[in-house]
């Protein structure tokens, strides 16, 4: 059976803060899948019922305070895993997967790396690297697998409101762009590019400044596919509205909609 499917993805900035953010969102846009990163809850203080009422699972990786990322879907979720299944711990819970009417489903919270040569930006070109390692095990480029989240790069100067004043600098350094590249190289296409070649698309914009008055952004939020899914892109925007929302998040949420996904009934 084929049926049209939408993903969105938001770095949330604490899911307890911006519930109502939350589901609002999920009022006005009704996603198959919604994938949430910087959750920054406990297990236990995890909000589901509010979801629960609307007739929507979640499961999530948490930290209480930091990082967590969580998937939404009116769907069942199966095969739900945390972390890179690669036999090493991560101390920070920064990924999640789980497979929603057939499609593999992974929401990365990827490390923002703090300044260039510091130990946490050793610790994201590892994470990065261990991403990369984790999809050549674990996964197939020819089924259909979608990597979202909050990647904390930039990929080239196209996604970024002053190339100059970033270059080299943590979310647009070459490690960095050279490490999205490597997920690119096993089977996996940015979705918003393939659908807007020149459109900024900016994701996050600081805080201070006016920046978003100026749209001094980055586009650091992403939706990536394997073929299959690329082959039945319908849309993929950034939704603006909620950064313009009494106390928002910093991100916007991007959303993916899926002209025709195969999908097998009996396995949903």
């Not at 510091?118 to 990597?147: F, G, I, Q, V």
């Not at 490690?175 to 070649?197: K, N």
Request: proline share 8%.
């Amino acid at each position: 059976m084929d049926i049209p499917v939408t993903v969105a993805t938001w770095n949330v900035n604490s899911l307890r803060s911006r519930l109502d953010h939350v589901l609002r969102f999920l009022d006005a846009h009704a996603p198959d899948v919604l994938c949430l990163q910087e959750i920054k809850c406990a297990a236990d203080a995890l909000p589901e019922e509010p979801f629960r009422e609307r007739g929507y699972h979640i499961a999530a990786a948490c930290q209480k305070t930091y990082n967590g990322v969580a998937i939404v879907s009116p769907f069942p979720m199966t095969d739900v895993r945390e972390g890179f299944a690669d036999g090493e711990p991560d101390p920070q819970a920064r990924l999640i997967a789980a497979t929603v009417r057939g499609i593999r489903v992974l929401n990365a919270y990827v490390p923002n790396g703090a300044e260039v040569g510091s130990d946490k930006y050793a610790y994201k070109l590892e994470w990065m690297a261990r991403l990369a390692d984790a999809l050549r095990r674990h996964h197939d480029p020819y089924r259909p697998t979608l990597l979202c989240g909050d990647f904390n790069v930039a990929p080239d100067d196209r996604d970024v409101h002053d190339p100059k004043a970033w270059a080299g600098k943590v979310l647009c350094s070459a490690p960095e762009r050279e490490g999205v590249a490597g997920w690119r190289g096993w089977g996996l296409t940015d979705a918003f590019r393939h659908l807007h070649p020149d459109a900024p698309g900016f994701s996050w914009w600081d805080y201070r400044a006016g920046a978003y008055e100026g749209d001094r952004g980055l586009r650091i939020d992403h939706i990536w596919v394997t073929r299959p899914l690329a082959a039945c892109l319908a849309d993929c925007r950034v939704e603006r509205a909620p950064r313009e929302w009494d106390k928002p998040s910093d991100h916007a949420p991007v959303v993916a909609t899926f002209g025709g996904v195969a999908f097998d009934p009996e396995n949903p």
